[in-house]
C-alpha cells in the first residue's frame, strides 16, 4: 500500500476510535456497567497466588478455576500494586476495545477500500449490544476479540504482500490469542485453510513462520498445565464438556437463538452473499476463505460444545467482526449497484444521492423497530452489580466473621462470595472451581445444563443417578458448614411469598415451600425436603430480582 494511502488510512481510524470511545464508555461503562460473577474468580485465584502462592481457587488445592492464562495474570498484577481490581479490569478492557476498533477499522479498509464504508464497521460493532454487555464485565473477553481482531488485520496484512517476514509480523498477534482463550486455534485454522486456498500462499515457510510461534506457546501451556495442575485442560473444560453428544443439540438451540437476537440473521445472510462476491476474483481467494473460516469455525464450536451458560453467547463475539465486514462487502456491492442503475437511468443529483438516502432510511427504519420490540436492548444492568454486592458479598462477608479453621463452603456462583470470604475453603458444585465436582461431571458424562436436551433418555438418566450418588458421598464427606442456596420459586407462589416473608424477618426453620425450590437439589438430589430442614438453619435471605432468591443456611450444632 503506498505511503499516502497508509498515512488516510491511519488518520481514518484514529476517527473510528475518536467515534466508538464515548459509545464504549457509555453504553459499556455507564448504562451496562456490571462486573459478573465469574470476574471475581480471577481475583479470589489472584489473591490465593499472593497469600499463599498457591495457582488455585482454595490455598491446598492447585486447579486451573480460569480460563484466560494472561487475564489471570492481570488480576493477579493488579492485587500486587494494591490497585482497586475492578475498576482497573473495566479500564484496561476499555483499552482493549478502543484497540480493537482501530484494528477493526484497517481491516474493514483493506477490504471494502472505501473509508466511509469502512467506519461504519467499527461504529456498529462499538454499540453491538452482546458486546456492550460483556466488555466491563470484567472478564477476559474483550482483550481476546482484540487479539483475534489485531491477529486477522496482521494476517491480511501478510497475504496482501507474502513473504517470510511478514508472516512472522503476524505470529505474536496469533500468540496472544493462545495466552487469552482456548479458543485461539479456530483463528489459527481459518488462517491455514486461507494458506491452502491460493497456491501463492501455499509454502511450508509461511506456515512455519505464522503458526510456528503460537503453537509453541500452546504446547508449553499445556505442559505447564500438566506438570503443576496435574491436567491438560482448564478446568472449566471438565465441568462444561462432561455432557455427551447431546451437547451438540443444546449447543445448536443456542446457535439458533443467537441469530435470533440483534440483527445476527440478516449479518449471516448479507456475510454469506458477501463471501460469494469475493470468491469471483480468482486471484485472492484466500481473503472470502479467511473470512468465511473464521465465521463458520466459531459458530461450529460454539455449537459442538452446547453453547455458553452465559447470556448473549459471549463466546461468539470474537466472530462478529467477521460477519460485520463481509456483510459490508455485500451491503456495499448492492449500493454501488443501485446508484450506478439510478444514474444511467437519471443523472440529476437528487438520483446520485438517492441510493444513499434509501440506505439511511432504511436502517433507520430497522434500528427504529429493533429500540422499539427489544427496547431494553441497551438497558441498564448497575442492577446486577448491586445484587452481588447485596446478595453474594453480604453472604460471604457472613461467612468470614464466623469462619474457624477448616470451614467450607458450598456455592453455585463461585465467585463474589468466595471472594469476600478469603479465610473458607469453598466447594463449587457447578464444577468450575473446584476439581472433584468436575471431573463427577466428566467422568459421568453429565451435564446439568445439557440435561433437557438428551434424546437418548435411558443413558442420560443413568449418568444423573450415577453423577447424584456421587456428589451425595462427596458432600457427606466434605460436611460443609454453610451452603448458598439457590431459589426460584415461581411468581405469585406460595414459596415465593414465603422467601419474601424470609427475606425480612428470618426464620428459624426451613419451611417445605421453601426447600422444594432450592435449585441445586434439582441437579444432584443430594438432599430431600426433610434432611435440608434437619440439618440446616437459614441465617439469611435475600431477594436477587423478584423470581430469584437466595438463602445463606448453617449447619446445625450437634
Known amino acids: 500500500m503506498a505511503a499516502g494511502m497508509q498515512s488516510m488510512e491511519r488518520r481514518w481510524a484514529v476517527l473510528a476510535v475518536v467515534l466508538s470511545a464515548p459509545i464504549?464508555?457509555?453504553?459499556?461503562?455507564?448504562?451496562?456497567?456490571?462486573?459478573?460473577?465469574?470476574?471475581?474468580?480471577?481475583?479470589?485465584?489472584?489473591?490465593?497466588?499472593?497469600?499463599?502462592?498457591?495457582?488455585?481457587?482454595?490455598?491446598?488445592?492447585?486447579?486451573?478455576?480460569?480460563?484466560?492464562?494472561?487475564?489471570?495474570?492481570?488480576?493477579i498484577a493488579t492485587l500486587w500494586a494494591d490497585g482497586p481490581p475492578l475498576t482497573v479490569l473495566k479500564m484496561v478492557s476499555l483499552m482493549f476495545g478502543l484497540g480493537s476498533q482501530w484494528f477493526l477499522f484497517r481491516t474493514a479498509f483493506r477490504i471494502l477500500k472505501h473509508p466511509l464504508w469502512a467506519l461504519a464497521i467499527p461504529l456498529i460493532f462499538a454499540a453491538y449490544p452482546p458486546r456492550v454487555l460483556w466488555i466491563t464485565s470484567g472478564l477476559e473477553t474483550e482483550a481476546f476479540i482484540f487479539s483475534v481482531i489485531w491477529g486477522a488485520w496482521m494476517f491480511l496484512q501478510a497475504i496482501e504482500v507474502p513473504s517470510p517476514r511478514s508472516f512472522w509480523k503476524a505470529a505474536p498477534a496469533f500468540a496472544f490469542m493462545v495466552l487469552n482463550r482456548p479458543e485461539a486455534p479456530i483463528l489459527m485454522a481459518a488462517a491455514f485453510l486461507a494458506m491452502l486456498s491460493e497456491a501463492r500462499l501455499r509454502q511450508a515457510q509461511y506456515f512455519l513462520a505464522l503458526l510456528g510461534l503460537p503453537i509453541a506457546l500452546y504446547l508449553i501451556l499445556l505442559l505447564f498445565r500438566l506438570s503443576y495442575f496435574g491436567l491438560p485442560f482448564p478446568n472449566t473444560f471438565y465441568a462444561k464438556e462432561a455432557g455427551g453428544i447431546w451437547l451438540m443439540k443444546r449447543g445448536y438451540y443456542a446457535l439458533k437463538g443467537f441469530g435470533?437476537?440483534?440483527?445476527?440473521?440478516?449479518?449471516?445472510?448479507?456475510?454469506?452473499?458477501?463471501?460469494?462476491?469475493?470468491?469471483?476474483?480468482?486471484?485472492?481467494?484466500?481473503?472470502?476463505?479467511?473470512?468465511?473460516?473464521?465465521?463458520?469455525?466459531?459458530?461450529?464450536?460454539?455449537?459442538?460444545?452446547?453453547?455458553?451458560?452465559?447470556?448473549?453467547?459471549?463466546?461468539?463475539?470474537?466472530?462478529?467482526?467477521?460477519?460485520?465486514?463481509s456483510a459490508g462487502v455485500f451491503v456495499k456491492f448492492l449500493y454501488d449497484f443501485l446508484r450506478q442503475v439510478v444514474?444511467?437511468?437519471?443523472?440529476?443529483?437528487?438520483?446520485?444521492?438517492?441510493?444513499?438516502?434509501?440506505?439511511?432510511?432504511?436502517?433507520?427504519?430497522?434500528?427504529?423497530?429493533?429500540?422499539?420490540?427489544?427496547?431494553r436492548a441497551f438497558g441498564g444492568h448497575n442492577e446486577v452489580l448491586e445484587a452481588l454486592e447485596l446478595c453474594h458479598a453480604d453472604a460471604g462477608k457472613i461467612m468470614q466473621a464466623r469462619a474457624r479453621p477448616g470451614d467450607k463452603a458450598v456455592v453455585t456462583d463461585a465467585g463474589m462470595t468466595a471472594w469476600v470470604a478469603p479465610n473458607v475453603y469453598f466447594i463449587d458444585f457447578l464444577g468450575l472451581?473446584?476439581?472433584?465436582?468436575?471431573?463427577?461431571?466428566?467422568?459421568?458424562?453429565?451435564?446439568?445444563?445439557?440435561?433437557?436436551?438428551?434424546?437418548?433418555?435411558?443413558?442420560?438418566?443413568?449418568?444423573?443417578?450415577?453423577?447424584?450418588?456421587?456428589?451425595?458421598?462427596?458432600?457427606?464427606?466434605?460436611?460443609?458448614?454453610?451452603?448458598?442456596?439457590?431459589?426460584?420459586?415461581?411468581?405469585?407462589?406460595?414459596?415465593?411469598?414465603?422467601?419474601?416473608?424470609?427475606?425480612?424477618?428470618?426464620?428459624?426453620?426451613?419451611?417445605?415451600?421453601?426447600?422444594?425450590?432450592?435449585?441445586?437439589?434439582?441437579?444432584?438430589?443430594?438432599?430431600?425436603?426433610?434432611?435440608?430442614?434437619?440439618?440446616y438453619q437459614p441465617i439469611k435471605a435475600y431477594e436477587y430480582n423478584p423470581n430469584y432468591f437466595l438463602m445463606l443456611v448453617e449447619k446445625r450444632p450437634l
Open 24 to 75: 464504549l464508555a457509555y453504553a459499556g461503562w455507564i448504562l451496562r456497567g456490571f462486573v459478573q460473577d465469574d470476574a471475581l474468580i480471577y481475583l479470589r485465584v489472584a489473591r490465593i497466588f499472593l497469600d499463599h502462592g498457591n495457582l488455585g481457587y482454595n490455598p491446598e488445592v492447585r486447579v486451573e478455576a480460569f480460563t484466560g492464562f494472561f487475564w489471570q495474570w492481570l488480576c
Open 260 to 325: 435470533q437476537k440483534n440483527f445476527n440473521i440478516f449479518y449471516s445472510v448479507f456475510a454469506l452473499m458477501g463471501w460469494v462476491y469475493l470468491w469471483r476474483d480468482e486471484k485472492e481467494r484466500g481473503l472470502p476463505v479467511f473470512l468465511a473460516g473464521w465465521c463458520l469455525l466459531f459458530g461450529l464450536h460454539f455449537a459442538r460444545s452446547g453453547g455458553d451458560l452465559m447470556p448473549e453467547e459471549r463466546l461468539l463475539l470474537p466472530m462478529a467482526p467477521a460477519m460485520l465486514v
Open 343 to 375: 444514474e444511467d437511468f437519471h443523472g440529476s443529483l437528487f438520483f446520485r444521492l438517492a441510493p444513499g438516502l434509501l440506505f439511511a432510511g432504511l436502517l433507520g427504519g430497522i434500528g427504529f423497530w429493533y429500540f422499539q420490540k427489544y427496547p
Open 433 to 535: 472451581g473446584d476439581t472433584t465436582t468436575s471431573h463427577i461431571f466428566y467422568r459421568n458424562k453429565f451435564n446439568p445444563w445439557a440435561y433437557e436436551y438428551c434424546f437418548w433418555y435411558p443413558a442420560c438418566d443413568q449418568a444423573k443417578k450415577n453423577t447424584e450418588k456421587e456428589f451425595l458421598a462427596y458432600f457427606l464427606r466434605e460436611k460443609p458448614r454453610w451452603v448458598v442456596c439457590n431459589m426460584i420459586p415461581g411468581e405469585n407462589t406460595p414459596a415465593q411469598s414465603a422467601l419474601r416473608e424470609a427475606v425480612q424477618n428470618p426464620p428459624d426453620t426451613i419451611s417445605p415451600e421453601m426447600a422444594q425450590n432450592i435449585i441445586m437439589w434439582q441437579y444432584f438430589s443430594v438432599f430431600s425436603v426433610d434432611s435440608i430442614r434437619l440439618r
